[in-house]
């Protein structure tokens, strides 16, 4: 009980000469700091937000324009065209002034108003060049004078030293593409998915659709555009997310694993405690928008950084129709779970951040606790991996009260969770597949009742010094994560560091409160609602084939010598792979991004293309000559970038459609053609994780693993690769046992067959299926 006593900050004791008072000053001193600490942020949110709300002018230019003014006021000259006389002559009214301050005043007034108009003169000009994508499709490392002059005016306009959110009333709003256009490219990107029967139906859906609904749809998507920030993304996060009734384990989160190759500790609580040190690192130059914001185009080119917001302190909440999303400015606690038991964990002492070494100290104090859970306690977040309905009237039932209530608020409202996994787990050279199946399918859904599937992440650190997070998907994207993921892993190895036993660096002080459990009254009734969520989240996980591996034949430095981009050399190895595996083609989702506009999310690339499936037929058709299928396969290539510049720049087909289809329910009409797009299965899911940033030539072994998500479509595959480096590609497949025609680690081979094939097809490399 020694950190109850040192929460309370007096004790009081009635006697017969009156109240005996007791203050505790450590105590008093500890909520001193933590008031000051909360007014520090309260003042560092302050000063960022006039200095972005300003942007891309600064608040020490008010100063220089409004001494300007004074200056050509004092040398008789007037700047304001009679604009400062008509002011001084409204002040002279309330008669309060003398001459020389109404002149002062006036002065200021005017000033102040011309930095106004400056700062919004600013804005609309970078917002109209940065409304020019142009750029995008010009031929790799070739820039044309107007490319150039555009850049330089770019840089001219885009302020110094830009915020994280500098940029965002600057960024442009996401075009709304014209119905037929979309309807056209669609019937293109399904060609060649059809016989020429299913294709005339279909067309003839898609032009009727275009000439009679589609315009009608379309003008209230119009005014969408004009009157939201971004016409598509909230209908996306709560139609696509929020509103799915079935579990999002699996289905919906993802994760992100460690290093491939390294580990810098085998001991647990100091890789626990050199990670949270980071994440929180992270987190105060998120508060403090010292994250520099994704710059494009030699760092002249900004993306939309609205994602960041809901990174830390969030929570889904379930609901009976939909979800919500629960983000609170601050939080000085984490959570951690550890053998059935949930811990809460203060993250400052003396008005500071916990040092690495004393959250080890925290971390290893969890480890050796011997008390056991209480009733319902083990399972209970098995709740967040089922049906959402049942989550959400157990939540209004048995958990809106008293101690649960209470626990419940202190998991939600952490920064993030944490799982102490008592396995071990990551990638073994003498049984590399096993060891990274198993990896990725307990960074996907563990136990189903060991990971808090609502929270933004969970950082789970394995008993062997290994780490990943599980990451719910509707508040933000995996690129968001990953720069996380990069920084986190950066500093624990390359700033933060361990000793040579493996433990944190740093002393650790005394006096700091040690983790307190949380108490829970789960009744027998709940303990059921409990079991039934793990009965349908089992299946669901023991369903997942998974088949993670690092392709080490080659990379991106040798996709290079066949000057195609890594990313469309291999999405083409992908549809080769597929059509070799399954013997078909099938619709195929690629995740490209819509950062360049304010608030965008994602768009799809449909990699399955005309020009794609000629060159697959043509690779395993040995009539075929050599010259033909390289022609073929850079036809394809050129034709698949041009779809993944088109969905970055504001014309992809799918959201667009998505969109049209959303308020087609609204109004109550029916569209055959809508009703038949949107049903369609994506059985080949695919993602590229970011590349990542740490310099391997500095750092060598420091290889990223990725991650992986699970399979989109029942009889289907999900596919997340990294290309790491110039002789390294980490794939993830993903598929389901309970589909007879689907095979991952078949998936696997073929696409490795299919890389070397392509390779080979080039004549560049040596002949090998490694």
């Known amino acids: 009980m020694a950190e109850a006593h040192q929460a309370v900050a007096f004790q009081f004791t009635v006697t017969p000469d009156g109240i005996d008072l007791r203050m505790s000053h450590e105590a008093l001193r500890q909520i001193y700091l933590s008031g000051l600490y909360s007014w520090k942020k309260k003042f560092i949110r302050f000063k960022n937000g006039i200095i972005t709300g300003v942007y891309p002018a600064s608040p020490s230019s008010w100063l220089i324009v409004v001494v300007g003014v004074m200056s050509t006021m004092y040398a008789k000259i007037d700047p304001s065209l009679g604009l400062i006389a008509k002011i001084n002559r409204t002040l002279d009214i309330t008669g309060y002034m003398s001459n020389q301050t109404q002149n002062i005043v006036s002065g200021v007034l005017f000033g102040t108003g011309l930095w106004v108009a400056l700062i919004f003169s600013m ?334 992440f969970t950082l789970i650190v394995f008993k062997n010094g290994k780490m990943g997070l599980n990451t719910e998907h509707s508040w933000a994207d995996a690129p968001i994560v990953g720069h996380l993921w990069e920084n986190v892993m950066f500093s624990d190895c390359l700033e933060l560091g361990y000793t040579e036993d493996g433990h944190c660096k740093g002393e650790s002080s005394s006096g700091i409160l040690m983790p307190s459990r949380l108490q829970w009254e789960i009744l027998e009734e709940c303990q059921e609602v409990i079991e039934r969520s793990l009965a349908v989240a089992r299946p669901l996980a023991d369903d997942v084939d998974f088949h993670s591996f690092p392709f080490d034949t080659f990379g991106k430095g040798l996709m290079k010598k066949a000057k195609t981009s890594p990313d469309a050399f291999v999405q083409l190895a992908l549809q080769l792979a597929h059509y070799r595996d399954m013997g078909k083609f099938c619709l195929t989702y690629e995740a490209s991004m819509t950062r360049l506009f304010r608030e965008g999310r994602t768009e799809t690339v449909r990699s399955c293309t005309t020009q794609s499936c000629k060159f697959v037929k043509a690779m395993d058709d040995p009539s075929e000559t050599l010259e033909k299928k390289i022609a073929l396969f850079k036809a394809a290539a050129t034709h698949h970038q041009l779809l993944y510049r088109l969905a970055m720049t504001g014309n992809g087909i799918d959201r667009h459609l998505f969109c049209l289809y959303v308020v087609s329910k609204y109004l109550a009409v029916e569209s055959p053609f809508l009703k038949e797009v949107l049903s369609e299965p994506w059985r080949l899911s695919t993602s590229q994780t970011p590349q990542q940033h740490i310099d391997l030539n500095k750092n060598p072994g420091m290889e990223s693993s990725g991650g992986g998500f699970g399979p989109v479509a029942d009889d289907g595959y999900g596919v997340s690769y990294i290309i790491v480096g110039d002789n390294l590609i980490n794939f993830h497949v993903s598929s389901k046992y309970s589909c007879p025609e689907t095979n991952s680690h078949r998936f696997g081979k073929n696409i490795k067959r299919a890389l070397c094939d392509i390779r080979d097809m080039f004549g560049i490399g040596k002949n090998s299926t490694k």
């Open 123 to 456: 804005r609309y000009t970078l917002k109209m060049l940065l409304s020019y994508h142009g750029w995008m499709f010009a031929e790799h490392g070739k820039l044309s004078t107007g490319t150039k002059i555009w850049m330089t005016l770019v840089k001219l306009f885009s302020g110094r030293k830009p915020m994280l959110y500098s940029f965002q009333t600057s960024l442009p709003r996401l075009p709304v593409p014209s119905v037929k256009n979309t309807v056209n490219r669609y019937l293109e990107s399904v060609h060649p998915l059809m016989n020429e029967e299913q294709f005339k139906r279909m067309e003839a859906l898609g032009k009727d659709f275009a000439t009679n609904l589609g315009p009608k749809l379309q003008w209230y998507l119009k005014l969408k555009s004009w009157w939201a920030a971004n016409y598509v993304s909230d209908w996306w996060e709560e139609y696509i997310y929020l509103r799915g009734r079935g579990p999002i384990m699996v289905n919906s989160n993802y994760f992100a694993m460690d290093f491939l190759y390294f580990t810098p500790t085998s001991v647990q609580a100091a890789r626990a405690g050199n990670a949270i040190h980071a994440i929180l690192l992270y987190r105060r130059k998120l508060d403090r928008q010292q994250i520099q914001p994704i710059l494009l185009m030699g760092s002249t080119v900004p993306l939309c950084s609205a994602q960041w917001e809901r990174m830390f302190n969030t929570s889904r909440i379930p609901g009976e129709e939909t979800d919500t999303i629960q983000h609170i400015k601050d939080s000085k606690h984490i959570v951690v779970y550890h053998k059935g038991c949930f811990y809460k964990v203060w993250l400052y002492y003396d008005g500071r951040l916990l040092k690495p070494r004393e959250i080890e100290q925290q971390m290893q104090w969890i480890l050796d606790d011997k008390s056991k859970p209480q009733p319902g306690e083990e399972k209970l977040a098995a709740l967040t991996a089922g049906d959402r309905v049942p989550w959400a009237k157990a939540r209004q039932t048995y958990f809106a009260r008293g101690k649960n209530k209470q626990s419940l608020d202190a998991i939600e409202k952490a920064a993030f969770f944490v799982t102490l996994d008592d396995t071990a787990q990551g990638y073994r050279e003498e049984d590399p597949v096993t060891t990274m199946e198993t990896y990725a399918k307990s960074l996907l859904h563990g136990k189903c009742y060991d990971r808090w599937f609502d929270k933004s």
